[in-house]
């Protein structure tokens, strides 16, 4: 069975950093590019950032280009999220996704979240 | 960007109805559209992938159509386990976007 597990979230002040995981299990990690997906309370969802199996290519929402980072280590089975400058407006749960292996992309596993909170 | 927008925002329904929701690409995005349903407090989950393709696992009562911009999902017959909120999302280009959801509630 597919488990995605994600760590890492808290409450920070205006500017910091985290750095959330994604513990995965029960497939082939390294033959799926992978996601973050982010969900502010009581909104919708929106797509963070993907990378591809081997990192090659990764992809970032406009607004947190240059100061989120996402990573993944094969050997550990387990994707990253670093994000620095933190805003209020990145207030919101944080889901790591499965993506595709080939073709279009599509989120056919999630985690339950790891819950972000920035403010003073 | 690609904007996705979905009607209605939400709607009231019986266990045993119909239940159509559209979802509507700023552009052409082919068939690269994904349907999710989320329950209060859960992950989404994947129903319907490329406009029309069933992910294995989800009843049949739950079908989608249409391509370039004009997307349906249809539950054909509603249940109770079916009262949640469904999203829309392109799959065409980054950044990749999703509509705003459409709220399924008891009548």
């Known amino acids: 069975e597919v488990h995605l597990v994600e760590s890492g979230g808290g409450l920070v002040q205006p500017g910091g950093s985290l750095r959330l995981s994604c513990a995965t299990s029960?497939?082939?990690?390294?033959?799926?590019?992978m996601s973050w997906v982010r969900q502010a309370p009581g909104k919708g969802l929106e797509w963070v950032a993907t990378i591809k199996q081997e990192g090659g290519e990764i992809y970032y929402v406009d607004s947190v280009k240059g100061r989120f980072t996402i990573s993944r280590d094969n050997a550990k089975n387990s994707l990253y999220l670093q994000m620095n400058g933190l805003r209020a407006e990145d207030s919101a749960l944080y889901y790591c996704a499965r993506d595709k292996i080939v073709g279009p992309t599509k989120f056919d596993s999630w985690g339950n979240g790891t819950l972000v909170t920035v403010s003073s | 960007d690609i904007q996705m927008t979905q009607s209605p925002s939400s709607l009231s329904a019986t266990v045993g109805d119909r239940v159509t929701i559209t979802c509507r690409a700023s552009q052409s995005i082919s068939n690269y559209l994904n349907w999710y349903q989320q329950k209060q407090g859960k992950a989404p989950k994947l129903l319907i992938y490329e406009a029309s393709s069933l992910q294995s696992g989800v009843p049949s009562r739950f079908s989608g159509s249409g391509s370039g911009t004009d997307f349906t999902l249809t539950i054909s017959s509603l249940q109770p386990e079916d009262f949640a909120t469904y999203f829309c999302q392109q799959s065409l280009r980054s950044p990749l976007t999703f509509g705003p959801g459409t709220k399924v509630e008891m009548k």
């Open positions: 029960g497939f082939t990690f390294r033959t799926y590019w």
